[in-house]
């Protein structure tokens, strides 16, 4: 079965531009959470969508905006960049199935996308 | 105060040591704990997963989890140089178990 996949890997950007990351889940997987992960800060929760609503957000600026597709995958958006949006951009998926009650909530995260913003 | 609590080491131990990792954490919602591994810029790999307290062996990994003291640990036996990495606890609370609140990491050095 194929991971997590995140598209792109790397990325340079400048101040005040724009950002599209892209995540492709685990087949069958219907719930994508992103997470920021930095050296101060470590990784901290953004969203997660499940059959394309938003059901949980982290405590982050209205900057950062996802949205999820009828097929799972799951894309990322962070508008008008600054200096500290400089991280790795994780994304996750979770299966809502399983024989033990607390089996849907294993996440299996993607390579991540290193985002670097000059 | 955050809400996981997870010292980032460096902590070095030799080849063939045991590792011994923890965290604590203070939202008593918390019901899904786990341990992820993450190499250098990779990213995390779930280790070892448990639900509400208990103990779970894998290999050489046994997690425990002290719900009453709001304690999770982690020890890896038989220490190997692939060993080194950071070491992250997770947890989520069941009416939010997408969202997961993570330590900061624990760095750990294998040396042979």
């Known amino acids: 079965k194929a991971g997590v996949t995140q598209t792109p890997r790397y990325l340079i950007k400048t101040r005040g531009q724009q950002v599209t990351l892209s995540c492709s889940p685990i087949?069958?997987?219907?719930?994508v959470s992103w997470y920021q992960q930095t050296p101060g800060q470590g990784l901290q929760f953004l969203f997660e969508?499940?059959?394309?609503?938003?059901?949980n957000k982290g405590n982050f600026p209205g900057r950062f905006s996802g949205r999820q597709f009828s097929n799972s995958r799951s894309e990322m958006n962070v508008s008008t960049l600054e200096l500290g949006d400089s991280a790795l951009y994780l994304c996750a998926s979770s299966s809502t199935s399983g024989s033990a009650l607390g089996a849907k909530n294993i996440q299996y995260f993607g390579a991540g996308t290193r985002l670097s913003v000059l | 105060q955050k809400e996981v609590e997870q010292d980032p080491g460096p902590l070095s131990v030799p080849e063939g040591a045991i590792v011994s990792l923890n965290c604590t954490y203070s939202n008593s919602a918390f019901q899904y704990f786990m341990w992820y591994r993450q190499y250098s810029r990779k990213g995390p790999e779930l280790l070892m997963y448990?639900?509400?307290?208990g103990n779970k062996e894998d290999g050489r990994f046994t997690a425990q989890v002290d719900k009453s003291s709001k304690y999770i640990s982690l020890f890896i036996r038989d220490s190997q140089p692939s060993d080194s990495a950071t070491y992250l606890c997770?947890?989520?609370?069941?009416?939010?178990?997408?969202?997961?609140?993570f330590g900061a990491g624990t760095q750990v050095v294998v040396t042979p």
């Open positions: 969508y499940f059959s394309e609503t938003q059901r």
């Open positions: 997770a947890m989520s609370a069941t009416d939010s178990w997408g969202k997961l609140q």
């Open positions: 087949s069958g997987h219907r719930s």
């Open positions: 448990t639900y509400s307290s």
